[in-house]
């Protein structure tokens, strides 16, 4: 199988696209990404001048570059988007631009080539806030963004939605949870922690700490949707969750904790205005239909991931510096 994979220099594609060509030797996949802040063609290195795979920095809101892609592909795994709740606060157009826009591109060049199969990578943030003794989100629950974020990629699945509805098109969506994992980038919190501590910092808490998101290993995100490629029913959507549901302050203590640190290292800051309190994800569906459920630990997840960090701090000081901006010109040329 040709696989196009959207945004596969950032945190999830990356990893999604190390999973497949490891565990697939009879798949192909061409990664399509602008390279914006948070693509880094580091996480993808190892794949450089191997036949299975090819890289192509484009826009996928340029019809141009997406189109001749697209018609070359027999799935379309679509992560490329603006993705940080908080930049989407200071400044929302490149979110629409990406995450509406960019997905309606996608959408219509897959239309026109009859393309045979289109996976949505989306959010649990679509479904709005959770109070404490809430029923965790499903696969119907009614959508409530509450952030110019969340509210891009809501519209972004009710795109996809309608293509398969109107036009036909074989798609399948699925909303995840928070994920953590290697090459995460270093503005959201598990990386930002750690970083921060390694470098001797402290960790910015927003509000009282208190908010819960539930936590998936990223190696299990990249198996279930996998699993919906192989064997998801097309049309459907799929909830993914973790079983990690977790206050951050229990998060940040946690990371002190492996890392020996002590907690005159939590720095409490304003909250961020809007701030979904609790996310929570009942995925029985994707464990009922496809036998899918999340395999790591979220402790024993934290330790490796923490372990990774230490291993690989060349790779997060080259982000945190911007030098991995470089990477691509001196590989690819201007
Ligand atoms: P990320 O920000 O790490 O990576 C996004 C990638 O998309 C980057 O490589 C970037 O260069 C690329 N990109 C951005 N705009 C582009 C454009 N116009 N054209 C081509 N490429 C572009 O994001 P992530 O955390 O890996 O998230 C990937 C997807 O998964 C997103 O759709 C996100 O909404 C979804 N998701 C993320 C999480 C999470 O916890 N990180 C959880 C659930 C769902
Ligand atoms: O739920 C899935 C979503 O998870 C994805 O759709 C998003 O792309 C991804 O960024 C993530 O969104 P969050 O806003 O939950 O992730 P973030 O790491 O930014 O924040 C996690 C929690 O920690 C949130 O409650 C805000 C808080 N936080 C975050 C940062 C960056 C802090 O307390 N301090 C911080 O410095």
Redesign the pocket.
């Known amino acids: 199988m040709k696989i196009l994979v959207t945004g596969g220099a950032g945190f999830i594609g990356s990893n999604f696209i190390h999973h497949i060509l490891l565990k697939y030797p009879e798949h192909e996949v061409v990664n399509l990404d602008l390279l914006t802040y948070a693509g880094n063609l580091e996480n993808v290195k190892r794949w450089e001048g191997d036949g299975r795979y090819r890289f192509v920095k484009g826009d996928i809101t340029d019809a141009g570059t997406v189109d001749p892609l697209v018609a070359e592909a027999d799935a379309v795994i679509h992560f490329a988007?603006e993705?940080?709740?908080?930049r989407s606060i200071l400044d929302p157009e490149a979110f629409i631009r990406t995450n509406v826009i960019g997905t309606y591109v996608l959408l219509e060049a897959a239309r026109k080539n009859g393309l045979k199969r289109f996976h949505h990578v989306?959010?649990?943030?679509v479904f709005g806030s959770l109070g404490q003794g809430d029923a965790p989100f499903d696969e119907h629950t009614p959508y409530d963004p509450r952030?110019p974020?969340?509210a891009s990629?809501a519209s972004s699945d009710h795109l996809v939605r309608a293509y398969h509805e109107t036009y036909g098109l074989p798609v399948t969506i699925s909303n995840?949870?928070?994920?953590y994992g290697p090459y995460h980038f270093p503005?959201?919190?598990?990386p930002?922690?750690i970083t921060n501590l390694l470098e001797g910092g402290t960790?910015?808490?927003?509000?009282d700490?208190l908010?819960?998101?539930?936590w998936l290993h990223v190696e299990d995100h990249c198996r279930a949707i996998a699993d919906i490629l192989e064997r998801g029913t097309i049309g459907e959507t799929y909830c993914i969750g973790g079983n990690g549901e977790r206050p951050?302050i229990w998060?940040?203590k946690k990371l002190l904790e492996i890392l020996g640190e002590g907690e005159d290292r939590i720095e409490y800051?304003k909250d961020?205005p809007g701030?979904?309190r609790r996310?929570a994800i009942d995925f029985s569906k994707i464990r009922n239909e496809l036998g899918w459920e999340p395999s790591v630990d979220l402790e024993e997840g934290l330790r490796k991931t923490v372990a990774w960090y230490r291993d690989n701090e060349d790779w997060w000081k080259r982000v945190k510096s911007g030098e991995y901006r470089d990477y691509y010109e001196r590989q690819y040329g201007k």
């Open positions: 988007a993705s940080h709740v908080d989306s959010t649990d943030e952030s974020y969340s990629k995840c949870s928070n994920n503005e959201k919190l598990i930002l922690a960790v910015p808490v927003y509000g700490g908010q819960v998101r539930d951050n998060i940040v800051v961020r701030h979904d996310y």
